[in-house]
Every structure is written in C-alpha cells, then in structure tokens.
C-alpha cells in the first residue's frame, strides 16, 4: 500500500461565497434598473406620442370653433328682388336674393367694373348671406325698400386665412386660394371694421354642406344618439338576461361550453362582418330603410352583445357564493335571489360594461358604411327611421373634402366626438367606484 503523496493531499481553495452573491446581487440589481428604465422610457415615448396626437387634433382642430363675419349693407330694393309692395311671404321666399347681394358687394367696392374682378369679389362672401338676408326680410316685411346693415358669413377661404392673423401681420401669412386683389379687399373690410370673428355657432347648428363655412355636427351627432339609442334598448336587456341565465340558471354542459366559445368569439369578430350581416339580413332580406338609425343600432347592437355579456358575467360572477346562500337559506327561490341581491350588486360592473361597449359602438365606423350611412345628410335626423350618418362617418366623408376649411371641421369632429368618449368612460370609471363593493 502506497502512502498518499503531497500533492494529493491538497484541497483545492473554495472561492468566497460572498463575493460571488455580491457580484450576482449587482448583476440583478443593474437588469432590474435596466428593466425600469426601460417601463419608464416606453411610458415617456407613449405619452410624447399621445399629447403629439392630440396637440396635432386641437391645433388643427380649435379654429373650426370660430367662424368670420362680414358686415355689408343691403338696399332692400323691390325691384332687384324683383317683388311689389305689399309682397306676401311666399312671394318674398322666393325673390332674387342672389342679385342683391352681389349688388350690395359692388356697392362696397365701386371701382371694381371687370367682370374677373367682380367674380373674384363675390366669392369672398358666403352663399348663405342671401338666406340671411332673406330671413330677416320675411320676419320684418316693413323693411322692403331700406338700407339694413347685416352681417353674414365670410367665404371659407376668407375665413381661414382671416383666422391667422395674416391680414394684420404678412408674416403670418400661410398658403392661399385668395389672390392679392382679394387679400387687398379684406384688408379694407378689416380697417373698416366690417370683420369679426365668433364663435362658431353653425358648426352646431346646422347638418352637413357642401360649403366649409355652412357645414355642421348637428345631423350627424343627431344620427349617433339616435344610433346609440337603439343600440342601448336592444343590447342592454339582451345581454343582461343572457349572462344571467349563463351564470346563474344554466347547467354546466356541452351547449352551454359551445355558447360561451361563440360568445368570447364574436367578440373577435371584425365589426365590417357585422356590417355585411347588416346589408344582407337587414337591409336587403328585411328591407329596412338604408342609412337609417335604427338599422345602424341593431348591427351594433350585434357588435356590442359579446362585450356586455362578458362584462355582466364578470360582474355577477364577483358577487360573493355567502349571498346566495344567505338567500337560499331565508327561504328565497333561485329566481328571488338573483333578481332580489346578486342583481343589484352586481349592477355597477354591468353598467360599467355596457358604457364601455357604447363608447366602443360611438366609434364604430366600418359596419355604418355598410349599411350606407355614408350619405351626405343636410337635414336633422328626427326618427330612427329618417336617413342620417354618424359623427365618426361624418369625419371620414369631410377628411376627404379638398377644401382647408374641412381639414379645420375634421379635427374639430374628432375633438367632438373624444369629449363624448371621454365623458362615457368617465361615467364608466365614476360608476365602478361609486358604487362598487368590496369583499
């Protein structure tokens, strides 16, 4: 037997555990700084890209709230009308209104004689300044004959290029459809006194137009209501019962299993699918008037379920098994129970789902152009079967309008129509923490 030598009976040196846990702690520690700095990066990026966003809609958006108005003064003569003494109110609706303001404009403007320089002169005024006119005449009929003072509005052109600034400071001045003579022209009005600017009342007033100056929300934030209307009458009750026969009365099965696969994938579905089942079903088997409220609320209706149902179910699911009980155990039915004390406390996550799901409807766009809400409405939507668009529609029929002003009247829609979002999930979040309870 060999006796052990030296060098075997050497033991290999152990390394320090604690510098190894320390070089490990700062390894950890320098991903985990790394990792927050990233969170904080990407939060920072969306942020910058969300206030990019809405700087962009208000800059763009918050001169379409002011319009410009042009005083001029028109001689109510008879004969330029082309009406008598005396005239009636169907006489005076229909008198030559168009001639007279191009005779008053001349009026303001004597030295302009060339026939190019008298259409460029018309043009700086709106087309709804003869229906001004007219009106105040038909409620005044004694003024038939004098000299009145009216201010009407200002063509678009005239009206954006006046809302920069540029007639009182040329470095402000931006690009231009106005040519110099009628640049030089406004700058008459302005020393005259005869331009103002105000709040825009007619972008709330009036409908659709084909003139930037005349158009308006009305008709279409008239639509969505109506729309939502029957979106909230159909889709609330319907989704309500669904979850709670789901939830609470259904037997756990193969149908029931399959029914709630459906569910959770209709709420996957594109909504231009439910558009198309719009046009088919609706329209085209049912035949429902086309560009209609009530048609767009039951494809939405459609759209929204899933998303009701689902929220409703979370919302009685979160009601504590102890109430039930407690129920049943006081001598109460199934029935009883569920309608008596899982309801009501369950009653702010179903409205909190539904809000969430009318606000994700009032967005909806594709399955509108489906159904043909496309159209070009003027007059104001008082039925859910007169034929009208949607203010999401409304912004993407004006965000193909060549003219400046539109671009103006499409970031103020969308400012419009973020308000109204933005108040329902307020009311969503107001709801959930008002009256939520917690176990």
Do not use: C
């Amino acid at each position: 037997m060999t006796e052990p030598t030296e060098s075997t009976n050497k033991v290999a040196p152990r390394k320090d555990s604690t510098s190894i846990v320390k070089k490990t702690l700062a390894k950890r520690y320098a991903a985990e700084k790394r990792f927050r700095f990233y969170g904080a990066a990407a939060i920072a990026m969306s942020l910058a890209f969300l206030v990019l966003l809405l700087g962009s809609i208000l800059v763009k958006g918050l001169p379409a709230f002011v319009e410009t108005h042009m005083l001029i003064d028109v001689t109510l003569d008879s004969k330029t009308l082309g009406v008598e003494e005396g005239a009636t109110q169907q006489q005076l609706k229909a008198a030559n209104y168009h001639s007279l303001i191009k005779k008053s404009m001349r009026g303001m403007f004597p030295e302009v004689k060339k026939r190019k320089a008298k259409k460029e002169l018309y043009k700086l005024v709106s087309t709804s300044a003869e229906y001004k006119v007219r009106d105040q005449l038909m409620a005044n009929p004694s003024q038939l004959g004098e000299t009145i003072s009216v201010w009407v509005l200002a063509d678009d052109e005239l009206s954006s290029f006046y809302k920069t600034g540029a007639l009182a400071d040329r470095s402000k001045l931006t690009h231009t459809r106005l040519s110099e003579q009628q640049i030089a022209w406004a700058s008459t009005l302005e020393e005259q006194g005869k331009l103002r600017k105000k709040f825009n009342t007619t972008f709330f007033k009036n409908g659709d137009s084909r003139e930037p100056e005349q158009a308006g929300i009305r008709a279409a934030l008239m639509g969505s209501i109506l729309t939502l209307l029957i979106t909230f009458l159909l889709s609330f009750p319907i989704a309500v019962a669904t979850a709670i026969y789901l939830e609470e009365f259904a037997p756990q099965n193969r149908w029931t299993d399959l029914i709630e696969v459906n569910i959770n994938n209709l709420a996957a579905v594109p909504s231009i699918v439910f558009g198309l089942l719009g046009l088919a079903v609706f329209i085209n088997f049912f035949e429902l008037p086309r560009s209609a409220p009530v048609v767009g609320g039951i494809v939405l209706s459609l759209m929204t379920l899933p998303t009701i149902i689902i929220a409703s179910r979370a919302a009685l699911k979160a009601v504590p098994p102890s109430i039930r009980e407690a129920g049943r155990g006081l001598g109460a039915s199934q029935l009883q129970v569920v309608t008596h004390h899982v309801l009501p406390l369950a009653m702010p996550g179903i409205l909190t789902g539904t809000i969430i799901g009318l606000a994700q409807a009032l967005g909806e766009t594709a399955p509108l152009l489906m159904i043909g809400m496309v159209a070009f409405i003027v007059d104001i939507p008082t039925s859910v079967t007169d034929a009208a668009t949607v203010l999401p529609v409304q912004v993407f029929l004006w965000a193909d309008s060549p003219e400046r002003a539109f671009l103006e009247k499409t970031s103020a829609a969308i400012l419009v129509l973020l308000v109204f979002l933005i108040v329902m999930n307020a009311a969503a979040v107001f709801l959930r923490k008002h009256f939520e309870r917690r176990w």
